[in-house]
């Protein structure tokens, strides 16, 4: 069982486009650790893995990391 929450589908279409578009965004997330991150991230696909769904980033570093559509606590356009 997980405690995954399902994202509004409104907002994951909003995630969909900022993806087709190649929009860069300011995203405010929660890691698996609950520590808080805040950067400009360029959002790359989404998926669904065991019912979770994730937003693929690149960060500004160049890393490339998976976060939990219900991790995320804000975003806008960079």
């Known amino acids: ?3 995954y ?3 509004d589908c409104a ?3 909003e ?8 929009r ?3 995203l405010t997330w929660l890691d698996n650790d609950a ?12 998926y669904t893995r065991q019912g979770e769904e994730y937003m693929v980033i690149t960060r500004g570093n160049g890393q490339v990391e998976d976060i ?10 960079a």
């Open 1 to 3: 069982m997980t405690d």
């Open 5 to 7: 929450r399902p994202v």
């Open 11 to 13: 907002l994951h279409s």
């Open 15 to 22: 995630y969909e486009l900022a993806i087709m578009q190649q």
């Open 24 to 26: 860069r965004l300011h």
């Open 35 to 46: 520590t808080t991150h805040i950067e400009v991230i360029m959002p790359t696909y989404l």
């Open 68 to 77: 939990r559509l219900d991790r995320i606590i804000r975003y806008h356009d």
